[in-house]
Nanobody, 122 residues
Framework: QVQLVESGGGLVQAGGSLRLSCAAS????????MGWFRQAPGKEREFVAT????????YYAGSVKGRFTISRDNAKNTVYLQMNSLKPEDTAVYYC???????????????WGKGTLVTVSS
């Protein structure tokens, strides 16, 4: 079992920045690929970014590429999502997830956090 706890969400103006953190506990953090997903009101959960176990490989949704950066610190059991140039359409609950491989599919993730709300005002 892996427990994931997100933090860092909040209210920010369009064009601003936030950094989300996800702290993991339980099994060896470095054994898991990690990902961020989000769910806006009235919409389905969607992929945002994912990172491999070592951190060498990252993948992004087209809507966030160039604005968001996923990273991890295996010594701190933490994965981050740096979000810059935020837009109102980035408003969503952001979820951290862990799985065996880096994937854009939410079905490929085995463990999930409870989410943190990001609200971007125009």
């Amino acid at each position: 079992q892996v427990q994931l706890v997100e933090s860092g969400g909040g209210l920010v103006q369009a064009g601003g920045s936030l950094r989300l953190s996800c702290a993991a506990s339980g099994r060896t953090f470095s054994a898991y690929a990690m990902g961020w997903f989000r769910q806006a009101p009235g919409k389905e959960r969607e992929f945002v970014a994912t990172i491999s176990r070592s951190g060498d490989n990252t993948y992004y949704a087209g809507s966030v590429k160039g604005r968001f950066t996923i990273s991890r610190d295996n010594a701190k059991n933490t994965v981050y999502l740096q979000m810059n140039s935020l837009k109102p359409e980035d408003t969503a609950v952001y979820y951290c997830a862990a799985g065996w491989v880096a994937t854009m599919s939410s079905g490929g993730m085995s463990y999930w956090g409870k989410g943190t709300l990001v609200t971007v005002s125009s």
